[in-house]
């Protein structure tokens, strides 16, 4: 199996400082996101909750793994039901915040990595030419190797 | 319906065996159901029972030639994990374009 990690990037026209406090204020963080019980401080596990969709009970359990404001932010970020089927989709991933000051604003670069995919998923394009098409569609969909 | 195809896919191939059999598959083409037995310490039985599995999960496809049977990847086999994926990146420029607006609107 291989990692791959969907990744969203755009520079936005705000401090580091405000976008920090965006990711980082529970209040906020639910305007945005999803409402949860985030605190700032590595170590501290939180939940997100949303409305239940299928076999998913809509709850994300994290553990804040990095924080070095305004710059990085990490948290783990698994999901899923455990329970019969279902337990076969629970996620185990995490995702990685980074700020970096640029002309006219920040980067934002939001990482979710750790999807497990069969290696090579990405070859089986050469074989099947509709698979291209597919792969295109999650155009930010970075397969990393190994 | 297509989340009951993304749990299949998943469950099949959550076994590690049956990962490495359809893995080299992907690698080699096409492979002969004898030839997949050859080199390895599992049994003809064991082989057979994973090639049923990823078969019955869509994954691969089977051709017969006489007496051999011959096992390829199924062109749309990875498709419930590919659009899985594609659920989750639609899930985050969507709570990327919130975050973009609350600070936007912020600042006003």
Redesign the interface.
């Known amino acids: 199996?291989s990692r791959?990690a969907?990744i969203?990037e755009?520079v936005?026209p705000?401090s580091a400082e405000?976008?920090w406090r965006?990711?980082t204020t529970q209040d906020?963080i639910a305007?945005?996101?999803m409402p949860n019980d985030f605190v700032p401080k590595v170590g501290h596990r939180f939940d997100f909750r949303t409305r239940p969709m299928?076999?998913w009970d809509g709850v994300v359990h994290c553990e804040v793994l990095a924080c070095e404001p305004p710059r990085l932010l990490r948290y783990s970020w698994k999901g899923g039901s455990d329970s019969g089927?279902?337990k076969?989709?629970r996620l185990d991933t995490d995702v990685t915040w980074t700020l970096t000051p640029v002309d006219g604003g920040t980067r934002?670069r939001?990482v979710?990595d750790g999807?497990m995919?069969?290696?090579?998923?990405t070859?089986?394009e050469a074989?099947?030419p509709?698979?291209g098409r597919?792969?295109d569609?999650?155009a930010?969909?970075i397969a990393e190797a190994g | 319906m297509a989340?009951a195809q993304?749990?299949v896919v998943?469950?099949t191939?959550?076994d590690p065996t049956r990962?490495a059999v359809?893995?080299r598959i992907?690698?080699e083409?096409e492979v002969a159901a004898t030839g997949l037995v050859r080199g390895t310490r599992v049994s003809q039985p064991a082989v057979s029972q994973h090639l049923r599995a990823l078969r019955e999960a869509g994954l691969v496809i089977e051709r017969r030639e006489g007496r051999h049977v011959h096992y390829r990847?199924a062109?749309?086999g990875?498709?419930p994990?590919?659009d899985?994926?594609?659920h989750?990146?639609a899930f985050?420029?969507e709570?990327?374009d919130?975050?973009?607006?609350?600070?936007k609107e912020s600042?006003e």
């Open positions: 199996m791959t969907i969203v755009k936005l705000h405000r976008i965006a990711l906020l305007k945005w996101l299928g076999d089927l279902s076969a989709s934002v939001m979710h999807f995919l069969p290696e090579n998923s070859a089986y074989m099947n509709g698979w597919v792969l569609r999650i930010g969909v | 989340t993304l749990t998943l469950k191939l959550a990962r359809f893995e992907a690698r083409g990847i062109p749309k990875l498709a994990l590919i899985w994926l594609g989750h990146q985050w420029r709570r990327f919130n975050l973009e607006r609350l600070l600042e």
